[in-house]
């Protein structure tokens, strides 16, 4: 098993909707848990990050984490066609010293 | 603007041929970090530094690749001799961590897509 798990996608949502990320993750030590953004051919970039069971929000991102079950999620409100991108799941603490990522999932908000 | 610069951007090399990658963190940041990013295996660590000392190469093939870091503004690295499957995007980041403990934020450089033939 991965140390950490993104659904692939590709994910598509229509403008305005909610589009709801999901990572799930192996070890319990974890810690710090990261959302990352990558358009494509760009560097990713840090959009949020969480460390406290629930939820976190800011502007219209709001990051989610359930540390009994290993579930961390970002979901974006009012989505843009600019939020089409891969989305990074990251992590640390416990056996990761530090930035394990995810595969990413791939979303896209059609006009 | 505070950025990552990494050079070069592009780099198109022949098997067996040396490669360099140079990256220059954010003035002020204490760690640094090398990634390698496929379609296959995603965003992998190659190599980490804090405050100029490697701290963690175990993701780095240790007979072909190299990272260092000559001074606080520059961090190399090497590929000799480069084969076609290292072929990849290689990411820089920088970051501050004042304690020696894992996490805090990073910020990516542009990468440099490098094409081995």
């Known amino acids: 098993q991965k140390e950490v798990e993104q659904n692939s996608g590709p994910l598509s949502v229509p403008e305005g909707a909610i589009a709801s990320l999901n990572c799930t993750y192996s070890d319990r030590g974890s810690q710090s848990f990261f959302w990352y953004r990558q358009y494509s051919g760009k560097s990713p970039e840090l959009i949020m990050f969480i460390y406290s069971n629930g939820d976190k929000e800011d502007g219209r991102f709001t990051a989610q984490l359930n540390k009994a079950s290993q579930y961390v999620s970002l979901l974006i409100r009012d989505s843009q066609p600019s939020d089409s991108a891969t989305y990074l799941c990251a992590l640390t603490g416990g056996s990761a010293r530090q930035l394990t990522f995810g595969s990413g999932t791939q979303l896209t908000v059609l006009p | 603007d505070a950025r990552v610069t990494q050079t070069p951007r592009h780099k198109v090399t022949e098997m067996g041929q040396e490669v360099t990658m140079r990256c220059q963190p954010i003035l002020g940041h204490n760690t640094v970090f090398w990634y390698r990013q496929t379609m296959m295996q995603g965003l992998e660590l190659l190599a980490y530094?804090?405050?100029?000392?490697?701290?963690?190469d175990s993701g780095m093939p240790k007979d072909r690749f190299s990272a260092e870091m000559p001074d606080a503004t520059l961090a190399t690295l090497k590929i000799q001799p480069s084969e076609p499957r290292d072929s990849a995007v290689y990411f820089c980041a920088s970051g501050f961590n004042p304690l020696a403990e894992p996490g805090g934020e990073q910020f990516f450089g542009p990468g440099t897509r490098l094409t081995v033939l």
């Open positions: 530094f804090r405050n100029r000392a490697p701290l963690d």
